[in-house]
């Protein structure tokens, strides 16, 4: 069962108009449970949730195919923040786990709206496309812990400038591929 073109563009239509509270819910929550030890810049978790976000609002979309491999390099890329900003390991799929309770109500009357079959198949598509974005979140905390023993001899270190400075590089190419998408379908 496949989500229609109508349907997926309602669903899209609703996620972009709310997602200014979509970013602002997320990131508050976020930024709530780690504000006693921050390790990275709470201006860079926002703009990496409101990556997310924008690219969310596309797969919901006609950009779905085309912003699969950013939405997926994004969420590895979230997931690589994840451990650099010292979480445990369970801690990066509950933070993506918010997001899809934050889905859930924002959604919620827009879905229940739609005819049950069109409902149903918006509603796992969603499902699908968050849990493979959990899962290359995953990946990339993964990745970035073994990286991080390998090169630090099993000592981890704290975040510091380059850190930083290639948690901006790889938002600002997911934003540009972004840019580039939504351009193209123009």
């Not at 950013?70 to 451990?83: F, P």
């Not at 598509?125 to 290359?136: E, M, Q, S, T, W």
């Not at 023993?149 to 400075?165: A, K, M, Y």
Request: glycine fraction near 6%; charge should be neutral; proline fraction near 4%.
């Amino acid at each position: 069962m496949r989500p229609s073109q109508p349907s997926l563009a309602v669903v899209s239509r609703a996620l972009a108009a709310a997602r200014d509270d979509l970013v602002r819910q997320w990131t508050r929550w976020t930024l709530e449970r780690v504000a006693a030890h921050p390790t990275v810049r709470a201006q860079t978790v926002q703009r990496q949730i409101t990556l997310l976000v924008d690219i969310l609002i596309e797969m919901a979309g006609p950009l779905r195919r085309k912003a699969l491999e950013l939405w997926l390099l994004a969420c590895e890329g979230y997931g690589r923040t994840a451990a650099e900003r010292g979480l445990a390991a369970g801690e990066v799929v509950e933070e993506l786990q918010h997001l899809r309770e934050l889905l859930i109500r924002h959604l919620s009357e827009v879905i229940a709206a739609m005819p049950a079959r069109a409902s149903m198949a918006s509603v796992l598509r969603l499902n699908r496309v968050l849990d493979k974005g959990i899962a290359h979140a995953v990946v990339g905390y993964t990745d970035t812990l073994v990286e991080t023993l390998f090169n630090q001899r099993g000592v981890p270190v704290g975040v510091v400038g380059p850190v930083e400075d290639d948690i901006a590089q790889r938002l600002e190419h997911g934003e540009a591929e972004l840019a580039r998408l939504r351009q193209e379908s123009r």
